[in-house]
């Protein structure tokens, strides 16, 4: 009676192990991919692991060996790019579908998917989309959670570059901000609006506008607490100015490869002809003199330092990393 028992015990041991494992796979991995489930998603908070590696390229900086990337970074292979609005993200976006994958917006909020994509990546537990990029748009904010789930991609521009954007953007009657100004005589009349008197508009557009900068990319990447009292770059992997966009975004594709990341550099040689807005005005330098530069940079000095622009007007440069000429070239 006694082994009986004994088997009896054993036996719905088994069962309830057997039961709870087949139930913790279902909801794992089979629940959140059909819809009447995609709102059941857990949160999960965990501290931000540490990067050591420098994450943003110098503008200076001419092509050479990527850094290393540090060994306690190395289990995120789900890339995300966190999207800043003006600065050059529809090339980016294009680069990534051609040699990452194809895009998965991740949104947080009710009913949003991230704190499934965070339970699941920082647990280093799903084999699915490794073939994809991770997409956040312009609307939400970087956060420790998904800093500590992904390898994350940031961007920025300079700040004259970045303002004259939104100013011209605004001057054809598009953009949130132009939306938001009572006021639209502020805005350039006659394309490309470096006339005398489109001029003068930009800088009284300048006065009530110039902190744009610094504010939109507090709340797109320092928003949390303790990134807003520490402002090191660490909560992005990788930084992507908009002046150097291939060669930094080639080295952000490196450094997330050594993290276990799928990048199909055979499709390199494909991005010909980058997914661009089309723009609307001249050169930077056409439109910001001493008075104007002087504005933006004093209001804008902290971002400017941190993110090494020295000048407030930063042309395009066009350098490859070297062992990428050859994929870029290829017929």
Request: overall charge positive.
């Amino acid at each position: 009676m006694s082994k009986l028992k004994v088997l009896f015990a054993m036996s719905s041991i088994m069962l309830i192990l057997l039961v709870y494992g087949i139930y913790h796979l279902t909801e794992s991995d089979i629940m959140p991919k059909l819809s009447i489930y995609k709102d059941k998603f857990r949160h999960i908070l965990d501290n931000d692991g540490v990067n050591r590696e420098r994450t943003t390229t110098p503008l200076k900086e001419v092509a050479k060996t990527l850094l290393p990337s540090d060994s306690a970074r190395k289990n995120r292979k789900h890339l995300l790019f966190s999207h800043f609005p003006k600065a050059g993200g529809s090339e980016i976006k294009y680069i990534l579908g051609m040699v990452v994958g194809g895009r998965k917006n991740i949104y947080g909020g009710n009913g949003g998917n991230k704190d499934y994509y965070v339970r699941r990546f920082k647990a280093n537990s799903s084999i699915f989309f490794r073939t994809n990029y991770f997409y956040q748009n312009e609307g939400q904010s970087m956060d420790p959670d998904l800093k500590s789930a992904f390898f994350v991609i940031g961007h920025v521009r300079s700040p004259c570059n970045y303002l004259l954007s939104c100013w011209t953007y605004g001057s054809s009657g598009k953009g949130d901000v132009y939306k938001m100004t009572k006021d639209k005589s502020v805005y350039g009349k006659i394309p490309p609006f470096n006339n005398t008197d489109d001029l003068e508009r930009l800088t009284m557009w300048l006065q009530d506008n110039k902190k744009i900068y610094t504010n939109r990319l507090i709340y797109k990447y320092f928003k949390t607490t303790h990134w807003k009292t520490d402002l090191s770059l660490k909560n992005v992997d990788c930084w992507v100015h908009t002046e150097m966009l291939i060669y930094d975004l080639v080295n952000c594709l490196k450094r997330y490869e050594k993290q276990g990341g799928n990048v199909k550099w055979e499709n390199f040689h494909k991005i010909k002809k980058l997914k661009a807005n089309p723009s609307n005005h001249s050169q930077c330098k056409n439109y910001f003199d001493d008075e104007r530069t002087a504005l933006v940079m004093d209001s804008n000095k902290d971002m400017a330092k941190i993110f090494g622009y020295e000048n407030c007007c930063t042309e395009s440069n066009t350098t490859l990393p070297a062992d990428i000429e050859e994929l870029w070239n290829e017929s």
